[in-house]
């Protein structure tokens, strides 16, 4: 494992940003375009219970690119004015980010999601945990490669529609 550069750790925090203003603004081909456009790139939103038992039974599993697809076009589409709608404020700081032998970096950052949904407005707590990535590191642009999100509790105040 080597050092990051300034520069790349830039472009980290970069990709961080552009994954919370596209979630934060129900942008979901920009959430997205955060992925790197290839068949193996994942979304994982799992409890922290549930990984430390070894079990892969998660909240959300888009284990490729397609399945990436789906879930923008389930929100945007399918669902469309089917379940109550909130708004979301993601709050994400970087830990530790390395790169790996292959060229990769690993990254982990703490993150927390408050909720407002359309019908109260009033703000809640929806999750806390960490974020586990992968990300592909070019010269100008960082793209998730798979990102696992951890919550620290198993149940939710309420159902998630978009993903952490």
């Known amino acids: 494992m080597s050092r990051l550069s300034f520069d790349e750790l830039v472009l980290l925090d970069e990709l961080q940003s552009v994954y919370i203003e596209a979630l934060d603004c129900k942008d979901?081909?920009?959430w997205l375009n955060a992925f790197v456009d290839d068949p193996a790139a994942s979304y994982v939103c799992i409890s922290r219970d549930n990984v430390e038992r070894g079990l892969r039974v998660a909240?959300?599993?888009?284990d490729c690119r397609d399945r990436l697809i789906d879930r923008g076009t389930f929100i945007g589409e399918i669902w469309a004015g089917t379940f109550q709608d909130y708004r979301t404020r993601h709050f994400a700081q970087r830990v530790?980010?390395?790169r790996r032998s292959d060229g990769l970096v690993d990254m982990v950052s703490h993150f927390s999601v408050i909720f407002t949904p359309d019908?109260?407005?009033i703000s809640?707590?929806?999750a806390a945990g960490v974020y586990e990535d992968v990300i592909h590191l070019e010269e100008e642009r960082a793209t998730f490669m798979s990102r696992r999100?951890?919550?620290d509790t198993a149940v939710l105040p309420r159902y998630l529609v978009f993903p952490l």
């Not at 909240?59 to 888009?62: F, G, N, T």
């Open 119 to 121: 019908d109260t407005g």
């Open 59 to 62: 909240m959300m599993l888009d």
């Open 96 to 98: 530790r980010a390395t």
């Open 149 to 151: 999100a951890v919550t």
């Open 124 to 126: 809640q707590l929806l």
């Open 28 to 30: 979901m081909a920009g």
